[in-house]
């Protein structure tokens, strides 16, 4: 199927990792991205890998993939208040088409 | 450059009317993306244009249908709207190939349709 799986909620202290997991489903995808949206906006492109990458950093956000079990996971440093919103993972299908996860909602608590 | 523009961004609308909505993408981008956003079921791919032409489509029916123009400007059109076309539809627009964003997908803010 098209399924993109993360789960639903997640619910971190502030100045603590958040670690946010993603399953997709077609091996043959190039490019797999995280992207945030806020209440009432639309979706900002946080980061992407490539497929035949291990891992990227970009500042406070790690990603991670395992191809072999096509598993994606998205970490946070240091996760602030401003932190908070919903994440979503999606994975490249040919013409520009993005197949996306149900998102994951991050709390983020004092 | 100005990000990826949606007009309108808020719009209310009777059971069986059509609708139009409106979509300029960053300037030099010649690929639009059109997607759904529903709370049931997420986020949905509507189709895909490259300079005037379909190259994708998702599995929504025949009433959904788009267009763009050659200056990249898309526009997307729901006939004979029904409830469930409540959603909020958001537009995303990728560089050329070549740009050194060109793995990028930018998306707009949206607008939000509400069917009553």
């Known amino acids: 199927g098209e399924d993109v799986e993360q789960s639903l909620f997640l619910s971190v202290r502030e100045g603590d990792s958040s670690v946010i997991n993603c399953t997709y489903t077609?091996?043959?995808?190039?490019?797999l991205y995280w992207y945030k949206q806020e209440p009432g906006a639309g979706l900002q492109l946080l980061t992407y890998?490539?497929?035949?990458?291990d891992m990227k950093q970009d500042q406070r956000l790690t990603v991670l993939l395992n191809k072999k079990d096509k598993h994606l996971s998205l970490r946070i440093a240091d996760t602030q208040t401003g932190d908070s919103a919903i994440y979503f993972c999606a994975e490249s299908r040919g013409y520009n088409k993005l197949i996306f996860g149900a998102g994951t909602r991050l709390a983020v608590h004092p | 450059k100005a990000g990826v523009t949606q007009t309108p961004r808020y719009l209310i609308k009777t059971r069986g009317q059509q609708v139009t909505l409106s979509c300029s993408p960053i300037?030099?981008?010649?690929?639009v993306s059109w997607y759904q956003q529903t709370p049931g079921q997420g986020l949905q791919f509507l189709f895909e244009y490259f300079s005037e032409t379909q190259r994708n489509k998702g599995n929504f029916p025949g009433r959904f249908s788009g267009r763009q123009f050659s200056n990249s400007r898309s526009e997307m059109n729901v006939s004979t709207l029904e409830l469930g076309d409540s959603a909020l539809y958001l537009c995303?627009?990728?560089?050329?190939?070549?740009?050194?964003?060109?793995?990028?997908?930018?998306f707009g803010p949206g607008t939000r349709l509400t069917v009553l």
């Open positions: 077609d091996s043959s995808s190039t490019y």
């Open positions: 995303a627009s990728r560089p050329t190939p070549g740009d050194s964003s060109y793995n990028e997908q930018f």
């Open positions: 890998i490539f497929s035949n990458m």
């Open positions: 300037s030099g981008h010649r690929s």
